[in-house]
């Protein structure tokens, strides 16, 4: 398994400002992946942050707003640019593994973001 | 990645066996079928994977026919913290995979 922590748990931000979400996994992973849930929906991939590269984003993401960094095997940071309140959401970290059981994917607990 | 489709909700009682069907008329042959449950507040959580027949472990049952086609999720005797909602997924996987989550199942548990 794989024990994720994400920091800030919570945050309340002024549009047009910026948040930083912090990611870090217990042990080291090739692969991160950052999700974003709005309120009653499902989860949506906003890009895949592998360790030494640029992040991939997908399609509706884009790096001016959603900058990652992935400095080692188990930190990653995204960042939230420019808010507005359609950034207010739920953002995921999360890791992959391949276990005897198959391929399992954890998740942190989940950074709650409200932009005013 | 394959499509898949599952009921929006489903309500049940305390003691009732759940079984939460998803279809995926597009699997692949190398796809395997994997199913998540959140709760409220939480991220996703691993319940199940499967490529064909049965498997089981302590928390759940996967069926899938031999077409794989569709699968179908089996929750014993489900209490109220049985209550969240259930993603069905489908996807080659690697050490590399991402995953795409679709709509989810909505379960609401009754005393």
């Known amino acids: 398994s794989a024990v994720i922590s994400q920091k800030p748990s919570r945050d309340i931000c002024q549009r047009g400002t910026s948040l930083t979400i912090q990611c870090q996994v217990d042990?080291?992973?090739?692969?991160m992946f950052w999700y974003r849930q709005q309120p009653g929906q499902s989860l949506t991939l906003i890009a895949t942050?592998?360790?030494?590269?640029?992040?991939?984003?997908e399609s509706g993401f884009v790096i001016d707003k959603f900058p990652i960094s992935r400095p080692n095997l188990t930190f990653s940071t995204l960042t939230v640019s420019n808010m507005s309140p359609e950034d207010s959401s739920i953002y995921l970290c999360?890791?992959?593994?391949?276990?005897?059981?198959?391929?399992?994917?954890?998740f942190g607990p989940g950074t709650r973001l409200t932009v005013t | 990645l394959a499509k898949t489709t599952q009921p929006i909700s489903m309500d049940s009682y305390e003691g009732q066996e759940v079984n939460i069907t998803c279809s995926h008329n597009n699997i692949a042959t190398n796809d395997y079928i994997t199913w998540y449950q959140q709760f409220p507040s939480q991220g996703p959580r691993f319940i199940i994977q499967g490529y064909k027949t049965k498997v089981t472990n302590e928390v759940a049952s996967l069926f899938i026919p031999a077409d794989r086609k569709s699968s179908t999720l089996s929750l014993p005797r489900v209490s109220l913290s049985d209550t969240a909602v259930y993603y069905c997924?489908?996807?080659?996987?690697?050490?590399?995979?991402?995953?795409?989550f679709g709509s989810g199942t909505r379960l609401s548990i009754r005393p």
């Open positions: 997924l489908v996807a080659v996987y690697s050490s590399a995979s991402k995953i795409i």
């Open positions: 999360s890791v992959g593994r391949l276990a005897l059981t198959g391929y399992e994917q954890y």
């Open positions: 042990s080291q992973v090739t692969m």
């Open positions: 942050a592998n360790q030494g590269s640029e992040a991939t984003y």
